[in-house]
């Protein structure tokens, strides 16, 4: 089956105006934080986490939903669910590993690493990866995973980012001989030896970006890039300078549900093609629900501000009480980028007043009213799309409720 990814970048590397988007979940987070990584088990008053069982079998329903082009998983991971129960052969999901875990992602509980600067390390083999074993052949590197992250954190200091550099063209070059392509991860200092101020981290990463990457040709270059949102400035910067780098924005921790549409919805008005969501989509009240809204999101069919409240219906139609109620869930919080909570934090900005209040009068000569198969009614704008914003919120539940049967089954 044709992945969604290779046809996506196909679609953007050849119009630069495309508003195809690369949607990804990141289920890697056991090359981080060890027996936390699956989250809260909602299911125990006592706020234990899931087992590892419990996270892989989220991630064989996400990848049935169909509606990712990526998951990112660990090398165990993908050896289990890609290699052996062959999940993805008739999947257009694209299976991916984390192909690096540097020093400032070892989050083990009473660790200090992440307040240290960052030194590059390897855990995966990229044959285990590809194969499930060392030295496979060419056919053997075909049925496992050939696209991999790979991890950097500068910290403005030559030394400690000269190792960084070594690291990652030693990895390219053997990436590059295997056949295993690779996306480009770029988070902020962690521990900056040589502090950058705030103002200018979005600034300094976009440098290095552009700077590390000028001297790789496209056999070796990523396909695309992961990196902390600050801003539509700078996102635009880098998009502007060269399309063909397929930015893409990180999710970052968990947040309200407003923090994860906003991101996404400013960081693709503002040039980013790629978005990676790991904790927010783990720590969802319903994982498969997000998605389709985060997917909803992604195309244009939805903004933040219809998707939140819009989500909550469908919970309440699921009989799952949110984390917090509405009001709450419709915030920006500062949300911390890095793996550790060391790094910098970010925010998009807030949602725009509408005209008039939120009693404002609509007007009923452009807008409509549709019928579903089952009666219910929902308004249309003129276009003949729905008008989330002047559905009540049964029928916004309706709507939904009806979209996600369709679309999960």
């Known amino acids: 089956m044709e992945k969604t990814l290779d046809k996506k970048l196909a679609e953007i590397h050849a119009d630069t105006g495309s508003t195809a988007f690369i949607l990804a979940d990141a289920k890697d987070a056991d090359m981080a934080f060890g027996i936390a990584a699956p989250g809260r088990s909602p299911e125990h008053a006592d706020g234990e986490f899931r087992t590892l069982a419990e996270y892989r079998e989220h991630i064989r329903a996400n990848v049935r939903q169909g509606l990712l082009d990526i998951m990112l998983m660990s090398v165990s991971t993908n050896e289990i669910l890609t290699i052996r129960e062959r999940i993805f052969d008739g999947s257009p999901i694209t299976p991916a590993v984390r192909a690096n875990d540097t020093t400032d992602i070892h989050v083990a509980r009473g660790s200090v690493f992440p307040n240290q600067p960052s030194r590059p390390f390897r855990t995966a ?32 200091h030559v030394e400690v980012d000269a190792r960084t550099l070594e690291a990652y063209r030693d990895f390219r070059i053997e990436a590059e001989r295997k056949g295993f392509r690779h996306f480009l991860e770029v988070f902020d200092p962690n521990a900056p030896v040589n502090p950058v101020p705030d103002e200018k981290i979005g600034a300094f990463l976009n440098d290095l970006i552009v700077r590390t990457l000028a001297g790789v040709a496209s056999p070796g270059r990523p396909v695309f890039l992961k990196i902390p949102y600050h801003g539509p400035k700078f996102m635009e910067e880098l998009a502007g300078y060269d399309p063909h780098l397929v930015p893409g924005i990180l999710g970052g921790s968990a947040g309200t549900t407003y923090d994860a549409f906003k991101l996404l919805e400013d960081a693709r008005d503002h040039g980013a093609r790629a978005a990676l969501f790991g904790r927010k989509i783990n720590n969802a009240e319903h994982q498969l629900s997000f998605i389709q809204f985060l997917r909803w999101i992604a195309d244009g069919e939805a903004t933040a501000e219809q998707a939140v409240p819009a989500y909550h219906g469908v919970l309440q139609g699921l009989g799952i009480r949110p984390h917090r109620p509405l009001d709450e869930d419709m915030q920006l919080t500062n949300q911390a980028i890095g793996y550790g909570g060391t790094t910098m934090t970010v925010t998009v900005p807030a949602r725009a007043e509408q005209p008039g209040g939120e009693s404002a009068a609509v007007d009923t000569a452009a807008a409509k009213t549709v019928e579903s198969d089952d009666g219910q009614a929902w308004p249309t704008k003129p276009d003949g799309t729905p008008d989330f914003a002047r559905m009540t919120p049964q029928q916004r539940l309706a709507y939904h409720r009806g979209r996600l049967n369709n679309t999960l089954g």
């Open 125 to 156: 083999l990229l044959d285990h990866a590809m194969c499930g074993r060392l030295g496979g052949d060419e056919f053997e590197r075909h049925v496992g995973a050939n696209l991999g992250l790979y991890s950097v954190t500068f910290n403005n």
